[in-house]
């Protein structure tokens, strides 16, 4: 069935990186645009980033602009979030979740189980 | 980008209507009719329930309903089940082209 599974997640200490992976099955990735979105231990969900269904465009929340990196390889049907300079209040779990229309970004209709990034020393 | 606000809880019985409030600003759900709610029950992913406002998708029931006046969208859920007990959130894009959720609020049924 439609479905996206996260993968990536860990346990890593402050200043360090991750690359979380989101791999997309039975529906056509690339004309969807594509989000991460992330919800710390018992709070409420916080949108991260978006890219569009061809990558032209991205914009990312100002809580980790110049810090994470969307990306997307649709050959592989695959969504990437690079983490650097990691903040312990970087520490949630990690959703993936696509746009609902395929032209804009929002309508999160298909979410993935969520990975786990804890930040830690 | 300010959180939308929302109640931090609701409570009804069941049978009963329960509306959850969603106040952004002129920058958001003011000026885009793109406010979408979620479903959250504990230790599970999120499920859309309602986008651009007023649409529910495909299995949704139609006892979920979304609205919205001015700076305000509000979902309200009539004729109350047990199953509907959940964290719910708003969500609207931005002016920045940037997406932003509501706190939450969590729904008790009584």
């Known amino acids: 069935q439609v479905q996206l599974v996260e993968s990536g997640g860990g346990l890593v200490k402050p200043g360090g990186s991750l690359r979380l992976s989101c791999t997309a099955s039975?529906?056509?990735?690339?004309?969807?645009?594509m989000n991460w979105i992330r919800q710390a231990p018992g709070k409420g969900l916080e949108w991260v980033a978006y890219?569009?269904?061809?990558?032209?465009?991205?914009n990312q929340a100002d809580s980790v602009k110049g810090r994470f990196t969307i990306s997307r390889d649709n050959a592989k049907n695959s969504l990437y979030l690079e983490m650097n300079s990691l903040r312990a209040e970087d520490t949630a779990v990690y959703y993936c979740?696509?746009?609902?229309?395929?032209?804009?970004?929002?309508?999160?209709?298909?979410w993935g189980q969520g990975t786990m990034v804890t930040v830690s020393s | 980008q300010s959180a939308l606000t929302q109640p931090p809880s609701v409570s009804g019985s069941p049978g009963q209507s329960v509306t959850i409030s969603c106040t952004g600003t002129t920058t958001d759900v003011g000026i885009y009719n793109r406010v979408s709610w979620y479903q959250q029950p504990p230790g599970t992913a999120p499920k859309l329930m309602i986008y651009e406002v007023s649409n529910r998708p495909s299995g949704v029931p139609d006892r979920f309903s979304g609205s919205k006046s001015g700076n305000t969208a509000s979902l309200t859920i009539s004729g109350l089940q047990a199953e509907d007990e959940a964290d719910y959130y708003c969500s609207s894009y931005t002016s920045s082209s940037t997406l932003v959720f509501g706190g939450g609020t969590k729904l008790t049924v009584l």
């Open positions: 039975e529906f056509t990735f690339s004309d969807y645009y």
């Open positions: 979740a696509r746009g609902l229309t395929g032209t804009t970004p929002d309508g999160f209709d298909i």
């Open positions: 890219i569009s269904s061809s990558s032209t465009y991205t």
